[in-house]
């Protein structure tokens, strides 16, 4: 394998300028291309683009080792729908023996449909079971010829080391501030929109798009960040659950129906032969699983909101205006701010009852039941201040 990874210097467009990572630090840039790779960093900061860049990288007809980003290939890569790149995702909680046995084994040895290349991405690849992990080690070692294994992975103590010492590990981090606005600014979103997306969203690069680009997430979190100040019994405290819950379902419905274009799409891009029935079941199996992650991610991204509310108060408290993420209701946090209840315990106590209650629902916690307890919670913790105005 002489093929290297480059971030080109040249002015033609690549697959990393389509994806919005030039220039980004964590690029491997001019490296040997190893078979087995560990991208490694939190959720949000580009692995899986960078993953999907990579692997157009590796099978571009047109520009060998860089990737063009334009042509079918590489199209066809970033979109997931190409008979020489496998997607493995959890089913469910974890990443079984079998995903890895009958998805990875035995298809890594056979030889690519198309190019020299087949890559496999093993997403959430810290889900796989520990006899998951064990089964991939030998083709870790040594993978048949042409085949490339890249795990993305949010958490790496969660994987066993004998995997990790395995792979090259390319560390990711948050996005800053900046980037995200830039890059938003890059795909059409108005420079306030980008602004306030790149604030709320913590360095989470698909939080701040999702905010930026779909009028459904900034209606979301409008009502998601006047959820504290509506919080002033227990029966509110039910009613605002209750619509978080009921915004979780509405968006599943919406993704369920963009869903039936992409299976028209996919049966429009592949017609028949060889590899499709494959293409198919793993484009039915992703919806599934994207399905039964939305709901949870609807129900984390109000928990964050609210959480957000509850810091950018103690933000305002230490004069420390910057630090406020939710610029459109700064009027608002300044106001619970100059109020002297909740006091700072009880805020930060709310913050850490927001940021817990995730881990519940992922711990499949019947998500109704959690929602509500978190917000009665925060009902008892931060009421807002009597002189608080209600917001619409
Ligand atoms: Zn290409």
């Known amino acids: 394998m002489n093929q290297e990874i480059k971030s080109t210097t040249s002015s033609e467009t690549t697959v990393w300028d389509v994806l919005h990572l030039s220039g980004s630090p964590h690029i491997p840039s001019s490296l040997k291309v190893p078979h087995a790779w560990l991208l490694l960093g939190p959720t949000g900061s580009g692995k899986r683009a960078t993953a999907l860049a990579m692997a157009a990288a590796f099978t571009c007809p047109d520009l060998p080792g860089v990737g063009c980003g334009v042509c079918s290939t ?48 093993i997403e959430e690849a810290e889900r796989m079971h520990p006899s998951a992990q064990n089964a991939l080690l030998k083709t870790l070692e040594e993978p048949p010829e042409g085949t490339i294994i890249i795990l993305v992975c949010d958490r790496e103590d969660e994987l066993l080391e004998t995997v990790s010492s395995r792979c ?59 959820v504290p100040a509506r919080l002033t019994s227990s029966l509110e405290a039910l009613d605002a659950a209750a619509e ?28 028949e032969g060889r590899g499709t029935a494959s293409a198919r079941a793993s484009l039915a199996k992703r919806h599934k699983r994207e399905l039964r992650r939305l709901e949870n991610e609807v129900l984390n991204e109000a928990l964050w909101t609210i959480g957000s509310w509850y810091r950018d108060v103690l933000a305002a408290r230490r004069s420390a205006p910057d630090a406020i993420a939710n610029l459109d209701l700064k009027a608002d946090v300044v106001r619970w701010a ?49 002189e608080s105005p209600t917001m619409d």
Do not use: M, W, Y
């Open 74 to 121: 590489c199209t066809r890569i970033i979109s997931g729908r190409h008979p020489d790149l496998h997607l493995i995702a959890p089913e469910g909680q974890v990443i079984s023996v079998d995903a890895i046995r009958v998805g990875v084994i035995p298809e890594a040895a056979r030889s690519p449909f198309e190019g020299r290349r087949k890559v496999f991405v």
């Open 168 to 226: 090259r590990v390319v560390h990711f981090q948050r996005v800053p501030c900046e980037a995200i606005q830039a890059i938003l600014e890059a795909e059409a979103a108005e420079t306030p929109v980008a602004r306030l997306a790149a604030r709320i969203a913590d360095g989470d690069i698909n939080r701040a798009r999702a905010f930026a680009l779909e009028p459904e997430a900034q209606s979301r979190h409008r009502s998601f960040a006047g």
């Open 244 to 271: 978080i819950v009921t915004e979780a379902a509405t968006a599943v419905k919406g993704r369920s129906e963009a869903q039936k274009q992409e299976v028209v799409d996919l049966a429009v891009a592949l017609g």
């Open 338 to 386: 100059a109020a002297s209840e909740p006091d700072d315990g009880l805020l930060v106590a709310a913050i850490h009852r927001c940021a817990v209650t995730p881990g519940a629902l992922a711990r499949n916690a019947n998500p109704s039941l959690a929602i509500e307890a978190a917000l009665v919670d925060l009902a008892r913790l931060a009421p807002p201040p009597p």
